[in-house]
T-cell receptor
Framework: AQSVTQPDIHITVSEGASLELRCNYSYGATPYLFWYVQSPGQGLQLLLKYFSGDTLVQGIKGFEAEFKRSQSSFNLRKPSVHWSDAAEYFC?????????????FGQGTTLQVKP | GAVVSQHPSWVICKSGTSVKIECRSLDFQATTMFWYRQFPKQSLMLMAT?????????EQGVEKDKFLINHASLTLSTLTVTSAHPEDSSFYIC?????????FGPGTRLTVL
């Protein structure tokens, strides 16, 4: 069965420091992978997605993610974190074959940014 | 980007009553919408898929008679929690499917007393 694991429930980084949020998935075929950010009072916002092609994906707000098939990972990175990046981050995999629209979410990682 | 709204943003109701939550795609048409449930500090769990003009499909373990979904138009889907009980208290989130991604509403906080 498909699944998504985000090993880190909570991460704290200093403003200006680099960030990496981990995501591991379980899926036999090439997955559709997503990273979303959830801020209080706002809907989940798509940061980036991977369907195929270049394994390094650029997203909004300076985020990027790299798809590594050998490690079944899709880690999210940002070279320099801003205080406004504090939020809940979710990795998700598209369920079923093709882009069905159904998503399986990881448990989420809460990012805290220290001044 | 595409905008999805939900109404109400929060609701408190008494046990045994029914509550309706609306999900609207404001600037695009969505033949498919999804309803998720999120418990505090937990992930989103897909409850059902709402297709315009047809019956919703529910995920395993979701009571379709308790969570009624109606997708009457290309811009509106509603979720009605019938005979609500305290264990139904949760954060309900909808999403509307665009061309190759989903757009999420801000969520509705339901508290059943």
């Amino acid at each position: 069965a498909q699944s998504v694991t985000q090993p880190d429930i909570h991460i704290t980084v200093s403003e200006g420091a680099s960030l990496e949020l981990r995501c591991n998935y379980s899926y036999g075929a090439t997955p559709y992978l997503f990273w979303y950010v959830q801020s209080p009072g706002q809907g989940l916002q798509l940061l980036l997605k991977y369907f195929s092609g270049d394994t390094l994906v650029q997203g909004i707000k300076g985020f990027e993610a790299e798809f590594k098939r050998s490690q079944s990972s899709f880690n999210l990175r940002k070279p320099s974190v801003h205080w406004s990046d504090a939020a809940e981050y979710f990795c998700a995999v598209g369920r079923g074959s093709g882009n069905t629209g159904k998503l399986i979410f990881g448990q989420g990682t809460t990012l805290q940014v220290k001044p | 980007g595409a905008v999805v709204s939900q109404h109400p943003s929060w609701v408190i109701c008494k046990s045994g009553t029914s509550v309706k939550i609306e999900c609207r795609s404001l600037d695009f048409q969505a033949t498919t919408m999804f309803w998720y449930r999120q418990f505090p500090k937990q992930s989103l769990m897909l409850m059902a898929t709402s297709n315009e003009g047809s019956k919703a499909t529910y995920e395993q373990g979701v009571e379709k008679d308790k969570f009624l979904i109606n997708h009457a138009s290309l811009t509106l889907s509603t979720l009605t929690v019938t005979s609500a009980h305290p264990e139904d208290s949760s954060f309900y989130i909808c999403s509307a499917r665009g061309t190759d991604t989903q757009y999420f509403g801000p969520g509705t906080r339901l508290t059943v007393l």
